[in-house]
């Protein structure tokens, strides 16, 4: 059983800056990717930010310049660092890795529970 738990979650007014967290636990054997995703009301759920364990990153056009992300893979934590929020960052922010069980070889996607992130103009 494994799980990604979120947090950092909250308001925050345009221009300020805000910090997510996520950490994995249980029987975990290996962890590919890390990232988060993040879904706005009436929208779908879209790619904010990944990071492989070899430390690669991907970003949304949206959020380049402004988010960071980063991992600790001897923590299995994955972080997101928002800087000068918009409005329009606005949405449940989830968690996404992907991994494998010492009972199984093979990686699945696993989801945390969601933050909200609020961003006032």
């Known amino acids: 059983q494994v799980q990604l738990v979120e947090s950092g979650g909250g308001l925050v007014h345009a221009g300020g800056s805000l910090r997510l967290s996520c950490v994995a636990s249980g029987s975990i054997f290996s962890i590919n990717t890390m990232g988060w995703y993040r879904q706005a009301p009436g929208k779908q759920r879209e790619l904010v930010a990944v990071t492989t364990s070899g430390g690669s990153t991907n970003y949304a056009d949206s959020v380049k310049g402004r988010f960071t992300i980063s991992r600790d893979n001897a923590k299995n934590t994955v972080c997101l660092q928002m800087n000068s929020a918009k409005p329009e960052d606005t949405a449940v922010y989830y968690c996404?890795?992907?991994?494998?069980?010492?009972?199984?070889?093979?990686?699945?996607?696993?989801w945390g529970q969601g933050t909200q992130v609020t961003v006032s103009s």
């Open positions: 996404n890795a992907e991994m494998s069980q010492y009972d199984s070889p093979w990686l699945e996607a696993y």
